[in-house]
């Protein structure tokens, strides 16, 4: 199965963003370096954010949890 663009740009990154899903840790505060990276890709795919911080960030995890399923990190 070959690998998703999101697998291969995040692929060191797969198990603190497999645990940020599982709400295990907190991104944006553990890892503000490695959200904001996310963060971006994410709106350089056209994914409309709110300029709210806390939508925002729950917009990525959900966006998160759909790549990380579909790369077959979380079944």
Known sequence: MA????FSKFKTEISVLAAA????VYLDEEHPNLYEKV???Y???N???YDNAEKDYNLVLD???YDL???GVLS
């Open 43 to 45: 709106k350089s795919r």
């Open 39 to 41: 963060f971006k890709y």
């Open 21 to 24: 899903v599982e709400g295990s």
């Open 69 to 71: 399923m579909d790369s």
């Open 63 to 65: 966006n998160l949890e």
């Open 47 to 49: 994914v409309y954010f």
């Open 3 to 6: 690998k998703s663009p999101f």
